[in-house]
Each structure stands twice: as C-alpha cells, then as structure tokens.
C-alpha cells in the first residue's frame, strides 16, 4: 500500500513559482509517478508523468517549458517546479503513483494523493 501526501500549494502571482512535493509512505522507486490537475468545473487533467528511473518525462503541452518535474526515490519524493505560473494553472493539484506508465496516462493510476490548492491571481 502507497500513501501520497501532497504539500507546497498556495497563492501566487501571475509569473510567480511554487515547488510542489509529493510525500510516498511507502516505496515507490519502481513505481511511475505523475502530476495531475483539476480546476473547478473542467475534468482532471495530467499534467507530466516521470518513469520510475526518473530519466524520462512526458509534459502535457499547456506546461511544457514552464514546469518540471523531478524525482528523488531516495526520499520516496516526487517534485514539480512551476514557473511562470498564470491564471490557469489554478487548480487542485494531485500526485499519482502506478506500477505502469501507461496507467499514469491513462488517468487510472493506482494511488491518489488528496490534492493541494494552487491559485494564481491576475
């Protein structure tokens, strides 16, 4: 069993940066790990995905350039620097884990965290 605790949400600035983290109670150095998203009334969306190496990553293309997604399974940690952040970047944001990529892109994966908030303001 996985537990994923997300933390680092808040209020920012239009062009601000936020560091989001993803807490793993379990190990999940095998697992892949993603980032997800959901702001009011519009679908939960993926945001990047890494494999469990952490040598690869998928960005969706609203993101690409502005965020990154990083690794440390060392810590059992899961990272996502956002920069240049703007108004629609404001959401829930979820941390995932799947013992496949594909469940990741999928939207299925095995374990959810419980979100953390991220607004930004105009």
């Known amino acids: 069993q996985v537990q994923l605790v997300e933390s680092g949400g808040g209020l920012v600035q239009t062009g601000g940066s936020l560091r989001l983290s993803c807490a793993a109670s379990?190990?999940?150095?095998?697992?892949?790990m993603g980032w997800f998203r959901q702001a009011p009334g519009k679908e939960r969306e993926l945001v990047g995905a890494t494999i469990s190496s952490g040598s690869s990553t998928y960005y969706a293309d609203s993101v690409k350039g502005r965020f990154t997604i990083s690794r440390s399974n060392d810590k059992n940690t899961l990272y996502i620097q956002m920069n240049s952040l703007i108004p629609e970047d404001t959401a829930v944001y979820y941390c995932a884990a799947a013992r496949k990529l594909h469940s990741i892109v999928a939207l299925t994966p095995d374990y959810w965290g419980q979100g953390t908030q991220v607004t930004v303001s105009s």
């Open positions: 379990g190990r999940t150095f095998n697992y892949a």
